[in-house]
């Protein structure tokens, strides 16, 4: 039997690139197993398009990162080009909310060090000289983008990993996978390999090799068209001038983009009604082979782009490529952890393989490496999906994520695919009060109330139809009492008789004692913030965490990992247990005519306590993160309607309301109160995010000497009010400093009990104070550095 570190499967431009990546890393006794010939599948036959532009920082690194790797680190280490042609690459549009968009995106790129123009039609007219100028309002370029050849880099990557010593097994299709001790065993025909580490690389073949592994991967092959064009001669006469490639041109309300190809052009349309593709099981001798053109689907966007770029018309199709691609249900990669499954991982689900391969190997090759990621990894890892991300849902999100592959990304968009698959006993109640749901982690939840019946919300990067209904949430949580839903929390029990112990050495945080309840934070190696739990100690032996909703699969490996040598059990509550939230001045009055102890006297601030309310038992946390005083009252999902129905004629005559997760995250920015995910992230220590009332370094935890070691890094986030009009800080927007970019928004929205425009926001240098702005869709406004939350800063509230 052979033995290796790590078998890869999947000799495409992602598995490739890890391959090299951990190669370059030091990695021994590395294999790639490919059940064909390298770039099989989607790799060989894609458009070769790279890019800058997305929403997402890390996503975008991914797609940097393999721009530099295949233009400048592989010719170098090779000797040979890649076929990167740095042509650049513009978006146009015709649509306000799309410049919006633009705005916001290039907002972001001007603190990641990316920069982008924003475009007027002039501009368009001067870098795209092909292209007719109706309708639109402007645009975005990016001047570094390009295209590659996709062999070529696989290959590159490939020579490298080899002459590192990376076993490259071409025509060995995985048979069998199983789990043995602690090890993997991989069968193929001609061998079996003993590994400790194994990557689902396979792309298209990605959900087939999770079934072997026993891993849940939500991806789905759906068929790409593109067509490439004979001679045109308004490009051939460009090329006889002298002058330079055409940039890349993408026209997102029409749904296609266009590259020069040679003397020619490519034109890649995305239809709305995609076509998936052997969702159950790719046809073994499927590799190098395309699917037969299928121009009708696509007509009516081909006629778009005609009208657009005429010259398009003057040259005949020379082929037509239709082949699959893989789109997960959010439609980013999957990149990280299988859940549930020691030492195994994923690298598959890339819809934009190429574009995003090279950086791919690199980020997960660095987490392999470190036990930690090189950035925020929320938005790749494959955890962020649960089990019911089945067949129908993958399908259903597919579909929808292929067709608004140029949809505009709204903050805060819900989008209609594949609802209702989660959803609290109270969901009906919550329908019938008012609310409109959105979902957390596949959960439906109450985002806001509604006065009429069937209302939505309207997205929009300016101020929404929900803004003065939120406003009336908090005023009656302010002002009176509110009643919500929060049983989308992850929730955790932790039994033994070293839970103490256990909750400890979990985090930077020292265990309440029972009764009582804290907050902790687990660290990765590098002393970033991986995950926050609120910790009710519930008695010596039971400790009770909950954490964030989209952190359910993710908080669950980790707390199996780290509870390795300490006598507990740790079982996930969050199907079996759900929460209401009882926030307000009027809360302690409406409980107490509920429950069997007098809360005002025996449930004090941060205590934990089972009581009886309406005859059913709860575990009460006096506790909010809103910054009102009130419980969180957890139970058994199933008594939730009996519970909140006596709660509610309970609390009528105090003026009870209802409030949601939009209301929310208004009133805990009011209190400078951090999110997981948005301001905490694996990326920064709690010092750095200024958690050091949590952190509690003389005893031992992971993390503990890389958090030390980086106290004088500079980084410091800070809480802003900023002078805005109809226009709220959500994320991703610069910070500046004076004139230049210091930092960046992680979260933000508007205050109502203050009546303010708050950002939290991440700072590269400590102790700045005057001259500080965000720029919010291409505005700069003046932001004022808080010293103190600015909504009860003494917690008189809260404890009272």
């Known amino acids: 039997m052979n033995r290796a570190q790590v078998v890869i499967i999947g000799g495409g431009i992602m598995g490739v690139s890890l391959a090299y990546h951990l190669a370059k890393a030091g990695w021994q006794d590395v294999v790639l197993l490919e059940k064909n010939d390298l770039t099989h599948g989607s790799t060989w036959h894609a ?9 997402n920082a890390t996503i975008q690194e991914l797609r940097a990162t393999s721009v530099r790797l295949y233009r400048d680190i592989l010719p170098e280490e090779t000797g040979q080009s890649c076929g990167f042609h740095r042509s650049g690459a513009m978006r146009i549009t015709r649509n306000p909310d799309r410049m919006d968009e633009f705005a916001h995106v290039a907002g972001l790129a001007s603190f990641t060090g990316y920069p982008l123009e924003i475009l007027g039609p002039e501009r368009i007219a001067e870098l795209h ?18 295209h590659v ?43 079996t ?42 490009v051939a006469d460009r090329i006889a001038r002298g002058q330079p490639e055409l940039p890349i041109i993408r026209d997102p309300e029409e749904s296609w983009y266009l590259r020069q190809e040679r003397d020619g052009l490519i034109l890649g349309p995305y239809e709305k009604d995609a076509q998936v593709w052997s969702v159950d099981g790719v046809p073994p001798d499927f590799g190098a082979e395309l699917l037969p053109p299928d121009l009708d689907r696509v007509a009516p966007i081909i006629e778009a782009a005609l009208a657009r770029i005429p010259a398009l018309g003057s040259a005949g199709i020379r082929s037509v490529v239709n082949g699959p691609i893989t789109f997960t249900p959010d439609a980013n990669p999957l990149i990280g952890p299988a859940f549930g499954a020691p030492s195994a991982w994923l690298l598959t689900g890339s819809s934009m393989g190429v574009m995003e391969g090279g950086g791919a190997g690199w980020f997960l090759a660095h987490w392999m490496t470190n036990d930690a990621p090189p950035m925020d990894a929320l938005a790749v890892d494959p955890r962020r999906f649960g089990a019911w991300a089945d067949r129908s849902y993958r399908i259903e999100k597919a579909v929808e994520c292929f067709g608004l592959q140029f949809g505009v990304h709204y903050p805060g968009e819900e989008r209609p695919a594949a609802r209702g698959r989660r959803v609290s006993p109270l969901h009906d109640i919550m329908l019938e009060r008012g609310a409109v749901m959105g979902v957390a982690h596949g959960r ?124 507990v059990t740790v079982a996930n509550a969050t199907e079996s247990l759900g929460a209401l939230g009882l926030m307000g001045p009027n809360s302690q009055a409406i409980l107490a005519q509920c429950c069997d102890v007098d809360p005002g006297v025996e449930l004090p601030w941060l205590s934990v306590r089972r009581i009886a309310v309406a005859g059913r038992q709860v575990r009460a946390l006096r506790v909010s993160y809103l910054g009102e005083a009130g419980w969180e009252l957890h139970m058994q999902a199933a008594d939730l ?47 750095e995010l200024g958690l ?109």
């Open 193 to 234: 390999i003993r590994t400790r580490h194994i990557v689902n690389a396979a792309g298209t073949w990605g959900f087939e090799i999770g079934a072997m592994m026993g891993v849940n991967v939500p991806s789905v092959p759906v068929l790409h068209q593109y067509l490439v064009t004979d001679t045109v001669p308004a």
């Open 444 to 567: 439906e939840r109450p985002n806001w109330f509604s006065d009429r019946t069937g209302d939505a919300a309207t997205d929009s990067f300016r101020r929404p139809n929900w803004f003065d209904h939120v406003g009336r949430e908090v005023a009656a949580v302010t002002g009176r009492a509110g009643l919500a839903d929060l049983s989308a929390f992850s929730k955790f029990d932790v039994t033994g008789p070293d839970a103490q112990a256990f909750v400890t050495a979990l985090g930077a945080n020292t265990a309440p004692r029972p009764g009582r309840i804290g907050l902790t934070h687990a660290l990765t190696p590098a002393g970033g913030v991986q995950a926050e739990f609120a910790v009710a100690m519930l008695s010596g032996e039971h400790a009770y965490l909950t954490s964030a909703a989209a952190a359910e699969e993710m908080d669950f490996d980790l707390l199996n990992a780290r509870s390795a040598g300490f006598d």
């Open 692 to 800: 050091g009332a949590f952190v509690k370094p003389d005893h031992r935890f992971v993390g503990r000497a890389a958090m030390l070691a980086r106290r004088n890094d500079g980084w410091e986030m800070v809480l802003l009010q900023v002078q805005t009009d109809a226009v709220d800080p959500f994320h991703a927007h610069p910070v500046l400093h004076r004139g230049a970019v210091v930092g960046v928004v992680t979260s933000g929205g508007f205050g109502h009990r203050t009546q303010t425009a708050l950002a939290l926001a991440l700072l590269r240098r400590s102790g700045l104070t005057d001259g500080l702005g965000v720029g919010i869709l291409g505005r700069i406004y003046p932001a004022k550095r808080l010293a103190r939350a600015p909504f009860d800063p003494d917690n008189k509230r809260l404890i009272s």
């Open 149 to 191: 050849d996709p062999t070529l880099a696989t290959q590159a990557m490939a020579q490298l990993a080899r002459a590192h010593g990376v076993r490259i097994r071409r025509n060995a299709p995985v048979r069998a996978i199983r789990r043995d001790r602690d090890c993997w065993r991989v069968e193929t025909d001609g061998e």
């Open 47 to 55: 458009a070769g398009l790279c890019t800058h532009f997305a929403h």
């Open 641 to 687: 309607p009996h519970v909140f129905k006596v709660l509610e004629d309970a609390g009528r005559p105090f003026g009870l309301g209802y409030y949601g997760a939009f209301a929310a995250n208004s009133m805990r920015l009011e209190k400078g109160y951090r999110a997981w995910g948005s301001d905490l992230t694996s990326e920064r220590t709690p010092l």
């Open 129 to 146: 000289p092909l292209a007719r100028l109706d309708g639109l309002l402007g645009g975005i370029y990016e001047p570094d983008d390009g």
